[in-house]
């Protein structure tokens, strides 16, 4: 039983366009959610995070959208840099960061 | 340098010949996890601990032990690998009630 799900397993963006990664959950009691951006050969890196009582958090070039309603959250990266091609997985949790719950991953490429 | 070490970064073994992975933060954290890595699965947590000597299952920790004698330490023990255990580990720290979980660079173990 999927709690997380990341639908999409990869994403070809331009250059400087806008990428946007979703990310579905089922649990309603996940009160905070996070992304992780992870490179070959290294373990995840944390990006950004929302707790459940907001609906937008943003970050220099990343923005996490989260619609509470429809159980569905999303990272936009604008612009687009050849740096951000990674896997990214979204994460929620109950009451904390110490017990996540990952969705399956989005290999993001972006392309020159 | 704040970090998460693990050893060993890759491992090949046979079956039934018993393992432990090591995990080290210098952070002073009080929160230990373990994951693995899977694809098509994300990241899915086997055991965490909330401190010294307090240590609980996570999602998937049939065939895996831990101990926490050490608030720095928390190793992986595989009494009797199997195949079905090969897979990218990841062990990961925070501090109690922060934003995220950092991460050690993950380990890649190959059960024949």
């Known amino acids: 039983d999927q709690q997380v799900k990341q639908n999409s397993p990869s994403l070809s963006v331009q250059e400087g366009r806008i990428s946007i990664l979703n990310c579905d959950y089922t649990n309603s009691m996940f009160d905070y959610f996070l992304w992780y951006k992870k490179y070959p050969a290294e373990g995840p890196t944390f990006l950004i995070s929302?707790?459940?009582?907001?609906d937008k958090n943003e970050d220099g070039r990343f923005t996490v959208f989260l619609n509470k309603s429809a159980k569905h959250l999303s990272l936009h990266i604008v612009p687009s840099q050849p740096g951000d091609s990674a896997v990214y997985f979204c994460?929620?949790?109950?009451?904390?960061?110490?017990?996540?719950?990952f969705g399956q991953g989005t290999r993001l490429t972006i392309n020159p | 340098e704040a970090q998460v070490t693990q050893n060993p970064r890759y491992l090949i073994t046979v079956t039934g010949k018993k393992l432990t992975v090591t995990c080290s933060q210098n952070m002073n954290h009080e929160y230990m996890s373990w994951y693995r890595q899977d694809p098509g699965l994300g990241l899915r947590q086997i055991y965490y601990?909330?401190?010294?000597?307090?240590?609980d299952k996570g999602d998937v920790p049939e065939g895996y032990k831990v101990s926490r004698k050490e608030k720095r330490n928390f190793p992986l023990i595989l009494e009797s690998p199997s195949p079905n255990q090969t897979s990218l580990y990841f062990c990961a720290s925070t501090r109690r009630n922060t934003d995220t979980q950092y991460f050690g660079p993950g380990t890649r173990l190959t059960v024949l």
């Open positions: 601990s909330m401190n010294v000597e307090v240590t």
């Open positions: 994460a929620a949790s109950v009451g904390g960061a110490q017990k996540l719950v």
């Open positions: 929302i707790s459940s009582i907001k």
